[in-house]
């Protein structure tokens, strides 16, 4: 099964910051059909995840432009430019190229 | 608009079976497919399964031997029944159509005598 490895664990941030997560698999996620089925996901406080970004670097429905994806191959990052309270929570990144899926760990952002 | 709902029994003993029920609307089951996650207590999210649009299935490898993910496309309900439960299954059950756009609110089972 395809690891998905975040770091860091926890990210300790102000306000109006930017910062970045990185999520490394251990194979390639670009599929057979040229897509690559990485995404992430968002969970506040008590409440089902919500999904930022779809296929690396789109923005969902909804989403704020403070949120952008990069990335390739094995490599990829979420970055946050100008962190609002509303941010704070765990961010999860996800595989689907690869059945079975797997999700990364986990990035739990705090306020510093 | 697209939803879904979990149901389901609150506590299940140890060593019986779960059954949950994700109850669709605003899209066909025939046309999406539906994913299974789960999340113990203060922990993170872990991948269960997934029941696609042809109706095929995938399973997380650790879980495969005790899960099955079915469906009945003219209920829009999808089903997850997982047997030999212990303690460790204790977690929020999540459905969400895949790829993960839209998500129940997701329902807590306790494992426990």
């Known amino acids: 099964d395809v690891v998905l490895t975040q770091t860091p664990s926890i990210l300790s941030a102000t306000i109006g910051q930017s910062v970045s997560i990185s999520c490394r698999s251990s194979?390639?996620?670009?599929?057979?059909?040229?897509?690559?089925?990485l995404y992430w996901f968002l969970q506040r406080p008590g409440q089902s995840p919500q999904r930022l970004i779809y296929l690396v670097s789109n923005l969902g429905s909804g989403v704020p432009n403070r949120f952008s994806g990069s990335g390739s191959g094995t490599d990829f990052t979420l970055k946050i430019s100008g962190v609002e309270a509303e941010d704070l929570g765990v961010y999860y990144c996800?595989?689907?190229?690869?059945?079975?899926?797997?999700f990364g760990a986990g990035t739990k952002l705090e306020l510093k | 608009q697209v939803q879904l709902k979990e149901s389901g029994p609150g506590l299940v003993q140890p060593s019986q079976t779960l059954s949950l029920t994700c109850t669709v609307s605003g899209f066909s089951l025939s046309s999406y497919g539906v994913i299974w996650v789960r999340q113990p207590p203060g922990k993170g999210l872990e991948w269960m399964g997934v029941i696609w649009g042809n109706g095929n299935t995938n399973y997380n490898s650790a879980l495969k031997s005790r899960l099955s993910i079915s469906r009945d496309t003219s209920k829009s309900q999808v089903y997850l029944k997982m047997n030999s439960l212990q303690t460790e299954d204790t977690a929020t059950y999540y459905c969400a159509r895949d790829p993960g756009a839209y998500w129940g609110q997701g329902t807590l089972v306790t494992v426990s005598s």
């Open positions: 194979q390639s996620l670009l599929d057979s059909d040229g897509n690559t089925y």
């Open positions: 996800m595989q689907a190229t690869h059945a079975p899926y797997t």
